[in-house]
């Protein structure tokens, strides 16, 4: 069974919808989930205050994220608004703490993707994505694209080869039925390439790790 872990923050409930599709998509495809949401920050930036309260409601239940989620997962989704044309904040500053699992090896070849929303057509949506792309790189993760193939992506609203994209106009849970149908294929081809990791990757005896000795030198408790 691949194992998903949906790391996300929301602030007016439209990226949480994705992550909604998400999880059913996945759990409807034989995955084991887990959906967790990034800590928050001490003084966050909040426009729509109804809709974020509402959502701080929705998600009460939702678990923190913590590292061992990353580690559990085959498969790992982030899913973040679009802030100044960067992932949020809250995100960056959870892949910040990311080190100590990302420095030693520890999220290499795991099967990543990301999926972003914005106000405006034009808002950084792909941008953002693209930024998270970076932070995969270091993690050694392999990331998976929505590319251009797939029928869903040719609806209107759809489109972006990077990830899923929405378009809120400032209007709370506003996500497209093509959207969604997006976020529902995104999540399909993340587990598929996930299973295909785990089938066939064996370990590659050229490929020489960094050691342990190297490590403690970065301040990590190997």
Known sequence: MTTLTLLFHSRSGNTYQLVEKAAKTALDAGA??????????????????????????????????????????????????????????????FIDHTGPVAIPGKLMNKAVSAFASGSMPHAGQQAAILALHNAFCHWGAVIVPNGSAAAVLHQPGNGAPYGTGTISRHQANSVTEDNLGAIEYQTLRTLQVAG???????????????????????????
Request: proline letters at 10%.
């Open 32 to 93: 084991e989930v887990r959906v967790r949401k990034v800590p928050e920050l001490p003084d966050p930036m909040i426009l729509d205050k109804g809709a974020y309260a509402e959502l701080a409601t929705a998600t009460a239940d939702v678990p923190d994220a913590g590292l061992d989620d990353l580690l559990w997962a085959d498969a790992i989704m982030v899913g973040t608004p679009v802030h100044y044309g960067l992932p949020a904040p809250q995100i960056l500053n």
């Open 196 to 222: 295909a990791l785990g089938r066939g990757l064996r370990p590659e005896p050229g490929i020489t790790m960094v050691s342990d000795e190297r490590l403690r030198t970065f301040g990590l408790d190997i």
